[in-house]
């Protein structure tokens, strides 16, 4: 059997973010997690994740190129997780190499972009959302990577694969608005209705509605980046791994030039000259003026959640909830991008 083994640049040991450019690069046998896949990787492709999504075209050339060259049995994409542009590049990757006669495999979690990326090419692998899933995830991929080499006709049987289909346009009689506004109305009626759009798993039981928020405590929770101008703690633009207070007692607005967002995905130009947009404080100030609100926590809550793992998330709303409840806080305005 002969393997070719998909990574992007930080599980090839090119380096994290800061190589997420780096082109597209052939490496002579197996590294990263490839040496533990007990599979024979004759070469190893890896990507930089900015420059697939950047240069898609000229990015799938050259890797397609390669892979036709070493004419494979197999290629191996990921495991990517949860790790969106990660995920759609091996999802891309293993699409057209399919298309080309080549069976290809990926791994990642089944809300990865990648997965429709894929369009019911490739034999996609479900996985954990982070990399804590790696042990599981490798075995399952060689597995399903020699019972494809045997020739096996239905090699789902023994590996658990994600159904393999595909987003279909098609042309409604009635506008998306239309019907949205229909369900809506049909939700709040109590009357039946089916979403088109099929909702995550991991539920979170909402509490009762406050009565009157008049007389509660509010506090600011924001995974928009928002920090005081200079970022003094050094908040990370993406995957960060802390989240700051800073006190907003008497503090009436986020002025320009006082505060700023150094979120890494998305343009911050109309955000930084009124960081209000993303942490409205003047509206809420108004509100409190007025009577509307009872009392502001005297801090804001901030982290970056670009490019989050989801474990890395839920711990920091963990955190930030144990300090929300010791404060008295009983609602929260939280804000994203």
């Known amino acids: 059997m002969k393997v070719v083994h998909y990574m992007n640049q930080f599980f090839a040991g090119l380096g994290g973010e800061s190589a997420a450019g780096h082109p597209p690069t052939r490496i002579d046998g197996a590294v990263g997690p490839g040496k533990q896949l007990g599979v024979p990787v004759a070469v190893t492709l890896t990507c930089g994740d900015d420059y697939f999504a950047e240069r898609e075209t000229e990015a799938l050339a050259q890797m397609l190129e390669w892979i036709e060259c070493e004419e494979p049995d197999v290629l191996l ?60 995830a490798l075995p399952k991929m060689a597995r399903l990577a020699s019972d494809l080499a045997l020739g096996m006709s ?111 995905g998305f343009d911050l130009t109309k955000a930084n000259n009124n960081p209000n947009r993303l942490v409205p404080l003047d509206a809420v100030r108004k509100l409190q003026a007025l009577g509307r609100i009872g009392e502001v926590d005297d801090y804001l809550y901030t982290t970056t959640g670009n490019c989050a793992p989801t474990a890395v998330s839920v711990r920091f709303g963990q955190e930030i909830a144990q300090h929300l409840q010791e404060s008295k806080v009983s609602a929260v305005i939280l804000t994203g991008t």
């Open 154 to 264: 239905s090699p789902e049987g023994t590996v658990e694969c994600l159904p393999r289909r595909s987003r279909q346009n098609y042309f409604s009689e009635r506008k998306g608005a239309d019907r949205a506004i229909d369900m809506l109305i049909a939700k709040l009626g109590g009357g039946s209705y089916e979403t088109e759009v099929e909702p995550p798993r991991d539920r979170v039981t909402p509490p009762p509605p406050l009565a009157d928020l008049a007389h509660e405590k509010l506090a600011l929770v924001t995974e928009a980046g928002v920090v005081p101008s200079g970022n003094p703690d050094g908040l990370e633009q993406c995957r960060a791994k802390s989240w700051h207070t800073y006190s907003i007692k008497g503090v009436q607005s986020l002025e320009r030039g006082q505060y700023q967002s150094v979120h890494g």
């Open 77 to 136: 994409c990921g495991p990517a997780f949860g790790s969106g542009r990660y995920g759609y590049a091996c999802g891309t990757l293993a699409r057209e190499a399919s298309r080309r006669g080549i069976q290809s495999i990926c791994a990642m979690h089944e809300e990865n972009p990648g997965v429709f990326a894929a369009d019911a090419a490739a034999f996609i692998i479900p996985t954990e959302k982070t990399a804590g899933g790696m042990r599981e």
